[in-house]
């Protein structure tokens, strides 16, 4: 995946290469002089543009927590690439071009290539018309009304901004993914004979064929192809445990590409078809894990006190349940067996027990504790004294214990103790020292949004809890922690990487003012990666801000490469306006095959429909549309900005002279002479 991502962004520095060689072999130089002119050209830009893309790549590799384990092989795969690209692009491509026959005499082509040398030429004199007619009269206008041109890109990146903000673009942390393989997993309370699980299994199976014989399939195929039910072992949660109280049921799908439904949205119906089971402790429906664990919604409660602990995951169970799109809510706390509970009465202390000498005499008195030992030949035979098994055999036989105090003394277990006949715990689950109790819910993103049901609960359950349980701690887990361990690591490294492209830009231009025009448009790239998700109904996660993340990186360089001709023109002496111009004319072509080439190479990945490349689309996405609005913005936007500020040079020369200076007086003429220039 790593090698289809970066297989259009590989080839950007050869197109720039191999169109500069072109224009000089079009002017009529010899191949070899050509070869040589054209690398002298756009090598410092090619550098620069391959450089930058490379740092930006970086702090992908630095992604913290479970999501960074999935993109860390990425940045390797696509800075490898780059690295060997940039030797072949300024090495072995001139050495290939050097040695093609003259493109100004005519070709003598028969069948085949004559019909594909015919449709080449006419889509070059197009491009070269659209360049004259189109391109150049527009760019005109926009320097004339620079101000506007920038006042509408801030415009629309606001807009573009706000579709995330309003919720028309929605974003999830990882989408979820189409798995072929569900599974509903049923436990009872422990001692539940086997029939009656079996008999759940059985209406959570018919349940299932109602919803298959519901739905149908692209292909028309059947919708189950495999299925498996299992009594007395769990397939999924609770993995691995065993008991006649748990049962399983599997069902394999049809691939995704001939089902033509969700395994998320057939795991839905399922649950709906089901409904409620009788006496059962837990039933949970799953699809195929993929991606980093933990549920959308996860809520860890911390404390001491564990009936607090279940009064506030029941209560915020309730207000899940509230929420429109949110299914399989549910507690990791398990109820034990009813047992005996015993309490320590307060005149207990003046009499010296305690609670271990309450539990010590009971448990000898029930269970035995050994009085001595007999060796019998080879044996070693311990003797325990305990109660009868008359008096072990009621549970009203409590009131009749007696504990010995420490001076000798015996006293009614009642007259020290209270006694309750209440649930146990199957287990108690620990963290930071604390008891915990995590409460779990899925949500169906076609309906609502992890982000949003996290914002509404800060706003009003988490507080109302957090009033009325004092001792009670809620921390948000699943998507949420995913989403704080990898912004922590990009919200350290994007910013480093940032300076390290500003160096390499202002180290290539020798200006600290450009490295800044053309950062400016990092953000602008955005607009394209919100539409791209908007337009193909996908909603931003995080593999799409690591898209962007990626993106600052790539949609710089056909800035850099534009600026760079805009440079050349300036210290051969044309003015700033002329310079502008012709040197959007003269990137014009490089420019548009480079986003061409990059969207192409990418379009493969975010057309895939197999399931293992599916997390990695969004990121794809975000890169595609990013370029593809890149285009636009390197030739409208990077020449108003490099007018507007000519217009602020004036402005700052006419506040030291205390007159207008003409504008041959502030274009600057050669870069190698004047420092600071634009």
Known sequence: FGLIMVLGIVVDDAIVVGEAIYVHRKRGEPPLQAAVNGVSEVAMPVLAAVTTTIVA?????????????????????????????????????????????????????????????????????GLE?????????FIGKVLNWRYVSLAVAITVLMLSVGLVKGGLVKFQVFPKLDGFVITSTVEFPEGTPPDITSDALNRIETAFDQVAQETATLSGDPLVRQRLKLVGQALSGTMGATGPHMGSIQIILLPSEKRGIHSNDLLISWEKAVGGIPGVKSLTFEGMQAGPSGAELEVWLQGRDMKDLQDVANKLQDALAEYQGVYQIRSDYA???????????????????????????????????????????????????????????????????????????????????????????????RTD???????????????????????????????????????????????KKNTRESFSSLIVGFPIAMVGIFV???????????????????????????????????????????????????????????????NENLTSGMGLFDAVIQGGARRFRAIFLTS?????????????????????????????????????LTLVLIPSLLVIVNDFRRLVVKGVSGKWPTREAVEPRSLKKQEGEI
Request: with cysteine; aromatic share 8%.
């Open 433 to 479: 020292g604390l008891r915990r109790i995590k409460v779990t819910a899925e949500v169906n993103n076609k309906i609502a949004n992890s982000g949003e049901i996290f914002a509404q609960l800060a706003k009003t359950t988490f507080r109302e809890l957090k009033q009325a349980y004092p001792d009670v701690y809620l921390s948000m887990q699943g998507s």
């Open 129 to 137: 018309t659209f360049i004259e007619k189109r391109y150049v009269p």
């Open 596 to 632: 061409i080439s990059t969207v192409g190479g990418l379009s493969p990945l975010i057309m895939e429909t197999d399931m293992q490349a599916k997390f990695l689309v969004p990121m794809a996405l975000s890169v595609a549309g990013g370029v593809a609005f890149a285009t636009v």
């Open 57 to 125: 790549f970086i702090p992908l590799s630095y992604v913290g927590g479970t999501m960074g384990k999935f993109v860390a092989i990425l940045p390797m795969v696509v800075i490898s690439c780059l690295l060997i690209s940039l030797v072949e692009s300024l090495l072995l491509l001139p050495a290939h071009l050097s040695h093609l026959p003259d493109l100004n005499k005519p070709k003598k082509l028969w069948g085949i290539f004559a019909l594909i040398e015919r449709v080449r030429g006419a889509v070059s004199q």
């Open 335 to 429: 109820q034990g067996k009813n047992e005996l509970q015993l309490t320590l009465k307060p005149e207990a202390t003046t009499l010296g027990l305690s609670v271990q000498d309450l539990a010590s005499q009971i448990n000898a008195g029930f269970y035995g504790r050994e009085a001595f030992r007999v060796q019998r030949g080879e044996d070693d035979i311990r003797v325990k004294v305990r109660y009868t098994a008359d008096e072990r055999s009621q549970i009203s036989d409590f009131e009749k214990v007696h504990i010995r105090t420490a001076d000798g003394r015996e006293v009614p277990l009642l007259s020290v103790a209270n006694i309750s006949f209440t649930p146990g715990f199957s287990t108690i689950t």
């Open 504 to 566: 390499i830009i202002a180290t290539i231009f020798r200006s600290y003012i450009q490295p800044f025009i053309i950062l400016f448009t990092i953000p602008f790239g955005i607009i394209g990666a919100i539409i791209g998700h908007l337009f193909l109904g996908y909603n931003l996660s995080m593999m799409s801000i690591f898209g962007m993340v990626a993106l600052s990186g790539v949609v710089i360089n056909d800035a850099i490469v534009l600026i760079e001709r805009v």
